[in-house]
């Protein structure tokens, strides 16, 4: 059936995570994550992102530890997180274009990046994003505290596929969304500076 601009079909391709990605984790360090300035290479950390995106701005300048060569971030590439209550995914867009300085993840991070130009990045991060997939991921994650989601558990995530054009209107109309929810919120916070300011104002101009 067609609906909205997408077809829905019944014979899509049922395929493991494992089979059109290969799987990383992030980049080994030694110790805690110190900022060292002017090195030319950042560190995405949680910190630096939520299921809308990465914030580059907000990611440190480190050094790298270790002989291994590094696993640069590009563009295309799929961050999703190891460990804790949501191990939601999140795309590396172009906007890394926009940086100077090269990019690792850290450790805590899988590195997803697709096998064949026949698997969307964007719509595989929204598939992984989409109910049935995290609640697949709560019930194989382990661990008391904090939780941590197995790398077998992510490799055998079961991933629907439709053709690539399907993929692409999915993509579009999941891109189309962000962008929506980035002005909202740039609104709302316009509007919550604007009455903090006219609170203040108020509170200064008291006799």
Partial sequence: MHKKGVFVRNQYKHLELIQICTIKSGRSIRGAITEVEDTGIRIVQM???????????????????????????????????????QNYAVLVDDSINDINDKVIAAPYFFVLQAKTEKVHSTYLTWWLNQKPVQNY??????????????RSALENTEIVLPTIN??????????????????????????????AGIAQRINNSKG
């Fill in 166 to 195: 399907e993929q692409q209107i999915i993509a579009s109309l999941y891109s189309n969304l962000a962008q929506q929810k980035a002005v909202q919120q740039e609104l709302i916070s316009n509007s919550e500076q604007l009455l």
């Fill in 47 to 85: 910190k630096d992102l939520s299921v809308d995106g990465i914030s580059w701005g907000s990611c440190v300048s480190t050094e790298l530890t270790g002989k291994s060569a590094p696993d640069w971030l590009v563009k295309g590439d799929i961050l999703v997180l190891a460990r804790g209550n």
């Fill in 137 to 150: 991921f709560k019930t194989k994650s382990r661990g008391t505290g904090s939780l941590s989601l197995p």
